[in-house]
């Protein structure tokens, strides 16, 4: 059972810059597609980004496409969500998520371990 901790969140202003990383335990993460989900206060959660697990395919919301970028580093069992031209809609919290299924949909429901997540706040 991999274990995931995010970092990288904070305070910025509308226009800037910011990269979450999300670090995994295990020897298997390699296996794992990964994903980012945000959930603004009062809101439930929603998909933001996933890769698959050589990282050849990446997926994005509409909300952030072209915007967000994800990443990963198997050899350092590393994603990261690299987020540019920030707005205020992105403030939230962001959770780092992984699946074992290869197919996984941009669904939560396919995703079993969940990172405690980092929070974003982005002021207009």
């Known amino acids: 059972q991999v274990q995931l901790v995010e970092s990288g969140g904070g305070l910025v202003q509308t226009g800037d810059s910011l990269r979450l990383s999300c670090a995994a335990s295990g020897r298997t993460f390699r296996n794992y597609v990964m994903g980012w989900f945000r959930q603004a206060a009062g809101k439930e959660r929603e998909f933001v980004a996933r890769i698959s697990r050589a990282g050849g395919v990446r997926d994005y919301a509409d909300s952030v496409k072209g915007r967000f970028a994800i990443s990963r580093d198997n050899a350092k069992n590393t994603v990261n969500l690299q987020m540019n031209n920030l707005k205020s809609e992105d403030t939230a919290v962001y959770f780092c998520?992984?699946?074992?299924?290869?197919?996984?949909?941009?669904?939560?429901?396919?995703?079993?371990?969940w990172g405690q997540g980092t929070q974003v706040t982005v002021s207009s």
């Open positions: 998520a992984a699946s074992e299924t290869y197919n996984a949909r941009y669904d939560e429901t396919d995703f079993a371990f």
